[in-house]
């Protein structure tokens, strides 16, 4: 009788732990979940994290510039968080999917007019972070900022699989070292500079032509 009960209450706990594992590996957090868009373009890779994204405790600086995103190391800096006060960076906090934008004064755009940075979202204990590449400056909007849009279900999720709110998102600057990006000069064209040539070489005339 001992023996039956022994082997019912060990079928039990084994039945239970299965069940454990099940739905911990149904809820299992792939970024890859997330929608995540700047200007209708989606991110080029993504990684989970666990605790915070940003502060003392977090290793997320030390994970980018130690090549999280294989060979994109060393330069990368907080540039701005959503909940920082200063509207640099914003989000909808608090709501599990919705808008986001960075100052493009933020970022770092090479001679070629592009920019690559990431983007964290934390929500719960759990943090997601994707990375855009090549972004062009001309995607930013008429007051000088990139928008885009995200959803928090690759990010962390409730014990029904239910997406939770987002805390904040971090902006993360990839510098590449080359210099600031700046719009070449309009060059006249030939036969615009050749006409402000001889116009200037007639008033010079008719002013020689005065003072004799």
Not at 25 to 38: G, L, R
Request: aromatic share 8%.
């Amino acid at each position: 009788m001992k023996s039956a009960i022994s082997t019912l209450i060990g079928s039990t706990l084994l039945a239970t732990t299965f069940v454990g594992f099940s739905a911990v590996d149904a809820h299992a957090i792939d970024c890859n979940d997330s929608t995540v868009t700047v200007a209708g373009i989606s991110f080029s890779a993504c990684e989970e994290g666990s605790g915070n994204d940003t502060g003392a405790r977090s290793t997320l600086i030390g994970d980018l510039n130690g090549g999280l995103f294989s060979d994109l190391t060393t330069n990368w800096s907080e540039a701005g968080k959503s909940d920082d006060g200063n509207d640099a960076v914003t989000a909808a906090n608090g709501s599990t999917s919705g808008a986001w934008s960075v100052d493009g004064d933020l970022l770092d755009f090479g001679a070629d007019g592009t920019t690559t940075f990431a983007l964290s979202l934390k929500a719960s204990n759990k943090y997601s972070v994707f990375l855009f590449e090549n972004i062009s400056q001309s995607l930013l909007d008429a007051d000088g900022f990139l928008s885009g849009t995200f959803t928090t279900n690759g990010v962390s999720t409730n014990g029904r699989g239910n997406a939770q709110a987002l805390s904040h998102s971090t902006l993360w600057a990839f510098g590449s070292g080359e210099e600031s990006y700046n719009p070449p000069a309009d060059v006249p064209e030939p036969s615009a500079a050749a006409a402000l040539g001889l116009l200037a070489a007639g008033l010079f005339g008719m002013k020689r032509r005065a003072s004799k």
